[in-house]
């Protein structure tokens, strides 16, 4: 199983480029901004601030995971890519919740759209991207 999991890794690392990942952020960014604006014109400022947060949050986590994957460069052995690529997927998710602590206890958010942003932006963009013929990918 550990020898599946780090020849998963090394061939996503081999295949994804950053600039892809520069592109998915630029995508997750657009998609929360499309919403915020939805949310502002149909609600008010605090759900548009809200969701521009939530989906900013998901945005700058990917960020983080990929930079943290890219960081090494490509001569790091099998073993210490599947280590990065942990570490930084429990970083992520630290980020991701501490960031959303900030917002909810301080900030005092709207629940829903920030949540809805945060999904749209770390889930739905994500798989309409995986949806794309591989070609449609290096265009993004």
Same mark, same amino acid.
């Given at each position: 199983?550990?020898?599946?999991?780090? *020849?998963?890794?090394?061939?996503?690392?081999?295949?994804?480029?950053?600039?892809?990942?520069?592109?998915?952020?630029?995508?997750?960014?657009?998609?929360?901004?499309?919403?915020?604006?939805?949310?502002?014109?149909?609600?008010?400022?605090?759900?548009?601030?809200?969701?521009?947060?939530?989906?900013?949050?998901?945005?700058?986590?990917?960020?983080?995971?990929?930079?943290?994957?890219? *960081?090494?460069?490509?001569?790091?052995?099998?073993?210490?890519?599947?280590? *990065?690529?942990?570490?930084?997927?429990?970083?992520?998710?630290?980020?991701?919740?501490?960031?959303?602590?900030?917002?909810?206890?301080?900030?005092?958010?709207?629940?829903?759209?920030?949540?809805?942003?945060?999904?749209?932006?770390?889930?739905?963009?994500?798989?309409?991207?995986?949806?794309?013929?591989?070609?449609?990918?290096?265009?993004?």
């Amino acid at each position: 199983m550990n020898q599946e999991a780090t *020849r998963v890794v090394s061939e996503a690392q081999t295949q994804a480029q950053p600039g892809d990942l520069l592109n998915l952020a630029l995508l997750q960014l657009t998609g929360t901004v499309v919403f915020s604006l939805v949310m502002y014109f149909c609600f008010d400022l605090r759900e548009a601030i809200s969701a521009l947060l939530g989906g900013s949050i998901a945005m700058l986590a990917s960020l983080y995971s990929a930079w943290q994957l890219y *960081r090494g460069g490509q001569n790091q052995q099998p073993g210490e890519m599947l280590v *990065r690529f942990y570490i930084s997927v429990v970083l992520k998710i630290a980020f991701s919740l501490a960031m959303m602590a900030i917002c909810i206890i301080f900030m005092k958010v709207s629940m829903l759209p920030f949540i809805i942003a945060y999904l749209v932006a770390a889930v739905v963009i994500n798989w309409l991207v995986l949806l794309l013929p591989e070609k449609q990918h290096s265009k993004l």
